[in-house]
């Protein structure tokens, strides 16, 4: 069964960094897509960033392009969020997921469209 574990949320004030990292395991079949999602209390659950796994293709969300980066392992079992000049805006649960169905369009923002999630780690981010 595939688990994946986010690590490095923490409490940061306005302007400062953080790299979240999320771990793999459980298969050796490399995902189609691992993205970024976060939510926030009483607001649904939206895509941050993602990368199409053996492309290294990115996608990320217009309010955090230019601030945020979203890499991976060569080996494809772990997966990093590198967050700057985070806003108060930024404040939410940051959750890791990933999948290995292959869909039509550009699809990487939709939470439907992945089979596995980790935990989420909190962000808070002070003014």
């Known amino acids: 069964q595939v688990q994946l574990v986010e690590s490095g949320g923490d409490s940061v004030q306005a302007g400062g960094s953080l790299r979240l990292s999320c771990a793999a395991s459980?298969?050796?079949?490399?995902?189609?897509?691992m993205g970024w999602f976060r939510q926030a209390p009483g607001k649904e659950r939206e895509g941050v960033a993602g990368v199409y796994s053996r492309t290294g293709n990115t996608r990320y969300a217009d309010s955090v392009k230019g601030r945020f980066t979203i890499s991976q392992t060569n080996a494809k079992n772990t997966l990093y969020l590198e967050m700057n000049s985070l806003k108060p805006e930024d404040t939410a649960m940051y959750f890791c997921a990933a999948t290995w169905r292959i869909w039509a369009g550009d699809r990487w923002h939709e939470p439907s469209q992945y089979n596995s999630w980790g935990q989420g780690t909190q962000v808070t981010v002070s003014s």
């Open positions: 459980g298969t050796t079949y490399t995902p189609y897509f």
